[in-house]
């Protein structure tokens, strides 16, 4: 695990815009997600640009295809210094595995059930119980030994087997009124077990960054 805890969500699609608030952060301190938005927006130099100003990436693009393709995918990926990627666990045994075996050195994180899905549009999807489904794509996790899983601050109770890396989105110490709805604090996801937070508009727009950031890392 790598000790910079913190990782801060670049949802933007401008470049003046990343500039802008990377110009705030220390590599050294925190580590920063690009996502589809800011991928499309500005293609591979993006992590070129990142790379370069000391920042260890984590590309977050949830690939989710044929074995074949998410391998070739990932070797693309991997020419380029990204830390961590993500796959969907949906995906199966036979696309983690390939995603494992055409990496050396980027992590491969599985993303579990989405957390826009709820128990009656995964019963509906799969004529099965959150739970259930969820358990099944832990069971895969451990098979498969992925590097770690993408998860929300609710599911970490049922996660203290395992061994993996655990990314947690949704974290929130002070209330925004925004989309995020299942939230939880920086600390309670730590002491729960998070090696990794993923904090987004509670740091890019807050009005002073290096106090946000200071609130938001692992104590
Ligand atoms: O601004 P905010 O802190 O809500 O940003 C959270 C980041 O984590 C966003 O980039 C969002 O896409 C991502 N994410 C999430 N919930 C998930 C998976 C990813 O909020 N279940």
Redesign the pocket.
């Known amino acids: 695990m790598s000790d910079k805890r913190l990782i801060v969500?670049l949802?933007y699609s401008d470049i003046k815009d990343v500039k802008a608030l990377i110009s705030n952060l220390n590599p050294n301190r925190c580590m920063v997600?690009v996502?589809l938005q800011l991928y499309l927006s500005q293609r591979l130099s993006i992590l070129d640009l990142l790379s370069n100003a000391g920042f260890d990436i984590f590309l977050?693009l949830k690939l989710h295809d044929i074995p074949n393709t998410v391998s070739k995918a990932l070797s693309e990926i991997e020419k380029f210094n990204v830390f961590m990627t993500t796959i969907h666990l949906q995906g199966g045994k036979e696309m983690i595995e390939a995603a494992l075996s055409s990496v050396k050195s980027t992590k491969i994180i599985g993303?579990t059930l989405?957390?826009?899905l709820n128990e009656s549009n995964i019963q509906s999807l799969y004529a099965s119980a959150f739970s259930d489904q969820f358990s099944r794509l832990i069971s895969l996790a451990n098979d498969t030994k992925i590097d770690g899983l993408?998860?929300?601050a609710n599911e970490l109770n049922q996660l203290h087997e395992y061994q993996g890396l655990k990314v947690v989105?949704?974290?929130?110490n002070k209330i925004l009124n925004?989309?995020?709805k299942r939230t939880m604090t920086s600390m309670e996801a730590y002491n729960l077990g998070a090696d990794y937070i993923?904090?987004?508009?509670?740091?890019?727009?807050s009005e002073n960054i290096e106090e946000a950031i200071k609130e938001y890392e692992s104590k």
Do not use: F, H, N, Y
């Open positions: 969500a949802d997600k996502g977050d993303v989405l957390t826009s993408v998860c929300s989105p949704g974290i929130r925004d989309d995020q993923v904090v987004g508009r509670p740091i890019t727009q």
